[in-house]
């Protein structure tokens, strides 16, 4: 697998939390994904249709796959190696890209194979104006419909656009939070 990010904003979250006591879990284990769509704490609550749709889309326009995990703690072990060992289990190809997120450790990570088909600066771009704007605010889904959208447009030489920004439950899952706004 050639590229893993995890988001610093996210990273830094995550230290407040544990700060003020808040810790995440001993952490879920990388699995074997089945399907491309994985949502271990419900963070997708009500907009699967949409996600599945974005992911189709994707897959239907470019060839390319998405696939995305949504746990509650990727435990000790750092986010890329979590998302490497994910995809490396689940037997990802080159036309394959993983997104991976930890809803209570506020961090997540991509990974793709060597020769997939977008440049690391893309992949970056990606996550930046795509995906990252979306987790900050909770919107797990508009995180996939970003990643989604943003490389159909990248492929295509279009800009990344920002997703529209659809708050949720800051800890899907874990009966702590509600929907912020």
């Known amino acids: 697998m050639r590229v893993s990010r995890v988001a610093v904003g996210w990273a830094v979250a995550a230290l407040l939390l544990l700060a003020c006591g808040v810790g995440p879990s001993g952490g879920d284990q990388p699995p074997r994904l089945s399907n491309q769509i994985t949502d271990e704490v419900g963070a997708l609550a009500g907009r699967t249709g949409e996600v599945e749709d974005a992911v189709r889309r994707l897959q239907d326009e470019t060839g390319l ?37 930890a809803t209570e450790d506020r961090v997540y990570a991509y990974v793709v194979d060597e020769a997939f088909p977008l440049t690391d600066a893309q992949l970056a771009e990606v ?18 419909i970003g990643a989604a959208d943003g490389y159909r447009a990248v ?27």
């Open 65 to 101: 796959q998405l696939f995305v995990v949504f746990v509650r703690s990727f435990g000790s072990t750092p986010g890329p190696d979590w998302a490497d060992e994910t995809a490396s289990r689940s037997g990802l190809g080159d036309r394959d890209a993983l997104l991976a997120v």
């Open 155 to 181: 492929l295509a030489g279009q800009p990344v656009s920002r997703p529209t920004i659809v708050p949720g439950d800051p800890d899907p899952g874990g009966g702590r939070g509600g929907v912020t706004g």
């Open 127 to 144: 996550a930046r104006v795509a995906i990252e704007p979306a987790l900050s605010a909770n919107d797990w889904a508009g995180a996939v």
